[in-house]
Nanobody, 120 residues
Framework: VQLQASGGGSVQVGDSLIISCAVS????????MGWFRQAPGSDREFVAT????????ALGESVKGRFTIARDNAKNVLSLQMNNLKPEDTANYYC??????????????WGQGTQVTVSS
């Protein structure tokens, strides 16, 4: 499975942004796909996950009510809709896939990051 993230950028507080991840290869071998983020000097943080087969999803506590994860199986695209962005959302966002775990705890495929910067 290959993952290619895109769509990051610089926005203002309260703005919205959609980032995407193009998925190629054996998508049938992936059970969960989602997003992590990492800011400079901070640990990597789980953001969101979605089950590729059935679409069930889960979000990290810090983004609940503001972010939405979706997947388009026909186009093999994973997306993250981010609303009401805050400065603390500033990070490099990585898409990831896990062959067995919905919560991506053993993610075995990673895309390159896409930077999201939120300014006040």
């Amino acid at each position: 499975v290959q993952l290619q993230a895109s769509g990051g950028g610089s926005v203002q507080v309260g703005d919205s942004l959609i980032i995407s991840c193009a998925v190629s290869g054996r998508t049938s071998s992936s059970y969960g796909m989602g997003w992590f983020r990492q800011a400079p000097g901070s640990d990597r943080e789980f953001v969101a996950t979605i089950s590729w087969p059935d679409g069930s999803s889960a979000l990290g506590e810090s983004v609940k009510g503001r972010f939405t994860i979706a997947r388009d199986n026909a186009k093999n695209v994973l997306s993250l809709q981010m609303n009401n962005l805050k400065p603390e959302d500033t990070a490099n966002y990585y898409c990831a896939a896990d062959s067995f775990d919905f919560l991506l705890r053993g993610a075995d495929y990673w895309g390159q990051g896409t930077q999201v910067t939120v300014s006040s």
